[in-house]
């Protein structure tokens, strides 16, 4: 209700109190998993709190603040704690507008409702923060007669795009319960798009939420009930608990999250790949283990020519211990290259020829790498490397060399990611990554995986090293195979291949040609990015008797870090959970602060264990940013994944995308602000937005570039 007219000097009085406050109030409007319904519709849900939340709130009074003020900063930290990327909260208190004399004993109604910002600071205990926002309270009481309505056209004058009111949330504090009678009937929508009120009398107390459902849906808002009432228990057990570390999950939350996370086994711990695999070809030297269209090599002939390699670095001068860039084509030529790098004590850095020369020099600089293996093409288009770089020509000999003797913790491979600077970042990938993947059930024992991954994906550790470990055999499939779904059938049902992995995307083009192409496997891993309910339910219609999986994991924590069977009942709404950890792993999701979430409460995904990289080539900045140690978990170190996630109740995991403006386009990852930071640093460029187009296969990235003058080839030519 508009307060009435004030006079010209009290007027004055509040736009000069109300304008550095106005540049403080948050511009984003509050929302949170909306339903899909149209505005209009108001809802409530009212829930009576347990006698020992009644008594905890009793026990929170009395510390120097006001109840509104007690009231007000537990409503506000639980969005603080729930609500991503929110710093800063504008709640809406009722004043009670009668400062002036002539409204002190008329008869009506002058409340007005006037923001007061809330802004929780890490470290700072619900007592303090609740003194603080009284504080405020008291502030705004001496303006209390400036109506919403003028404080509004003035917010609207000062942020344009921010809506009509700077009030999205509302707190309330009442001592009546008689609106629990009330609790079922359903109301238009009110002022505000978020109300949370405390009905409190006596003993006993109510939570009361009203709220527009296309703003905050109702599970959302079920959560939101869930955590205020943990949050009273949690501040009332230990008033000094900083508000970004109370804990918010109960004894099934952790129960649940233990669960999933119970995935160790045991594994070789005493020494390398090279040695493991050693051991393997020498069991049965005459078993195929490599092969593609053209050749087929036996265990022996391949432990041969990973001695021939070896020795060729040897030769070279190059020390076990080092990282030994690799150029070459995907064939078995180029495959035992790459492994015989590791068989040599060495990390492979697998050097895409996309990559400009400039490019290419810095991240080899970056990455203390002066030695490069390529075949004929390699050598041609890196020459201009040389002689900062020691170009060694592919090695075809042999040589009965035993695998260098390293430790699960030495680098296997530095595999190289999109940065946000512009400069790709080195995935630093140690041998028990790789051995915790490839003993970790992905691949039958005996079996053969087809291998199509480029040399720099991280999902080629899992094609080579998941069956050679388990006394299987790799099948190589050229790309131009890969793209004929025919052909590809044949390959697989001729070749006896049992297990996969594709791209989600890649997945859908084949799929939508010929679904019934994955018929011969027992086992198919896709994902990489949000895969497609329609192409995986085309796919169990025609495969009936193939287990299809949904995997999920970033190169810094080796290739998968979650993994789900799919199954007809995912498919029936919603999309497919990524699962559970994979053996070795452990997942943990977080707020913004790294404190653990509940249930059902986005966040961002964390992971820990075997799996972890050792951090990004040359760049302890960046390792230090993305491999931290969190307060609030029992990990001695985790990778922030910046992608959104949450836990569902049977302990599978929803993905929600980033949070960030990576993308994954076909497989690859991609920084948005990568490629901006490259179009801004052109001559002439103001400013540039870049963003993903399109869905699936078709997806591709566009660019928005504000300039003096056009130059696209110029811009093509630096990307």
């Known amino acids: 209700v508009d307060a009435g007219v004030v006079d010209e000097a009290a007027e004055a009085a509040a736009r000069a109190f109300w304008a550095p406050r106005l540049a403080r109030l948050p ?19 009212m829930i009576r709190l347990a006698p020992e939340t009644t008594r905890a709130l009793h026990g929170l009074t009395g510390r120097g603040a006001t109840p509104t003020a007690i009231w007000t900063a537990i409503a506000t930290t ?74 509004a056209a003035d917010w609207a004058q000062a942020v344009h795009a921010r809506g009509p009111t700077p009030v999205d949330l509302v707190c309330t504090l009442e001592n009546d319960l008689s609106a629990l ?5 359903s109301f238009a929508t009110g002022k ?18 009203e709220y527009d459902p296309s703003r905050f849906g109702s599970a959302w808002i079920g959560r939101l009930q869930t955590v205020i009432t943990r949050l009273i228990a949690a501040a009332a057990a230990d008033p000094t608990t900083p508000v970004d570390r109370l804990d918010l999950l109960d004894a099934t939350d952790r129960a649940v999250i233990a669960a999933a996370n119970a995935t160790a086994f045991a594994w070789p711990r005493d020494g390398g790949l090279g040695r493991q695999l050693d051991q393997v070809l020498r069991a049965d ?40 860039a690799l150029a070459v084509e995907r064939d078995p030529d180029g495959l035992t290259a790459l492994m015989g790098i590791i068989w040599a004590g060495n990390a492979f850095l697998p050097l895409a020829a996309s990559f400009p020369v400039a490019t290419a020099r810095e991240l080899l600089a970056t990455a203390g790498c002066t030695v490069l293996v390529a075949d004929g093409a390699g050598l041609e288009r890196w020459a201009a490397l040389a002689p900062d770089i020691t170009l060694i020509p592919l090695p075809t000999g042999r040589a009965d060399l035993p695998p260098a003797p390293r430790g699960p913790e030495d680098p296997a491979c530095l595999l190289y990611t999109s940065g946000s600077t512009g400069m790709p970042k080195g995935v630093v990938v140690p041998h028990r990554a790789i051995l915790r993947l490839a003993y970790g059930g992905f691949c039958t024992p005996g079996g053969c995986m087809a291998q199509a991954a480029p040399m720099a994906f991280d999902a080629i550790s899992l094609e080579l090293w998941a069956p050679l470990l388990n006394h299987g055999r790799v099948r190589m499939l050229p790309a131009t195979t890969m793209f004929d779904p025919p052909l590809l059938e044949r390959r697989i049902r001729d070749d006896g291949i049992d297990t996969m992995w594709v791209t989600a995307s890649l997945f859908n083009q084949i799929v939508d040609e010929r679904p019934g192409t994955f018929a011969g496997l027992k086992r198919l891993m896709t994902g990489g990015e949000v895969i497609s309910p329609d192409h995986v339910r085309r796919v169990m219609a025609a495969c009936p008797g193939v287990a299809l999986y949904n995997g999920y994991g970033p190169t810094e924590n080796g290739t998968f870090t979650t993994i789900h069977r799919i199954t007809a009942a995912d498919l029936e709404g919603g999309p497919v959970t990524i699962g559970r950890p994979v053996p070795g792993t452990r997942v943990h999701i977080v707020d913004s602060r790294g404190q ?58 929803d993905f929600g995308g980033r949070r960030d403006g990576q993308l994954k ?13 490259i179009l801004t640093a052109q001559p002439g460029v103001r400013d540039a937005v870049v963003a993903g187009i399109g869905h699936g296969a078709d997806q591709s990235l566009a660019a928005l570039v504000a300039a003096d003058e056009a130059d696209e080839p110029g811009w093509r030519a630096a990307i």
């Not at 409190?200 to 939570?207: P, S, V």
């Open 596 to 653: 653990p979430l509940p249930i059902g409460v986005w966040g961002e995904l964390v992971t820990a264990g075997d799996g972890l990289a050792t951090g990004y080539a040359g760049r302890p900045d960046l390792t230090a940013k993305s491999f931290v140690t969190l307060s609030g978990l029992d990990e001695p170190l985790v990778y922030r994944t910046g992608d959104r996630a949450r836990w569902r109740t049977d302990g599978t995991i």
């Open 27 to 45: 511009e984003r409007a509050l929302a949170a998993e909306p339903d899909p319904v149209p505005p209009g519709e108001g809802r409530r849900a």
């Open 665 to 677: 386009i076909r497989g690859q990852r991609i920084e948005t602000a990568a490629v901006e930071a």
């Open 192 to 209: 505000f798009p978020l109300l949370i009120g405390l009905m409190w009398q006596g003993d006993a107390a109510a939570l009361n939420i």
């Open 285 to 324: 030297p005459e078993r195929v283990v490599l092969a593609d269209d053209a050749r087929a090599l036996t265990a022996r002939d391949l432990r041969a020519r990973l001695g021939g390699v070896a020795a060729a670095l040897a030769a070279a001068g190059v020390e076990p211990g080092t990282p030994v």
């Open 78 to 151: 639980a969005l603080w704690r729930i609500l991503e990327d929110t710093q800063r909260l504008s709640a809406g208190i009722a004043f009670a507008g009668r400062s002036r004399r002539d409204t002190t004993d008329a008869i009506g109604c002058f409340v007005n409702l006037l923001p007061v910002v809330v802004d929780p600071t890490p470290g700072e205990a619900l007592p303090q923060l609740a003194r603080r926002i009284g504080r405020e309270i008291s502030q705004v009481l001496t303006v209390q007669d400036y109506p919403l309505s003028r404080l």
């Open 181 to 185: 009678e009330a609790a079922d009937i």
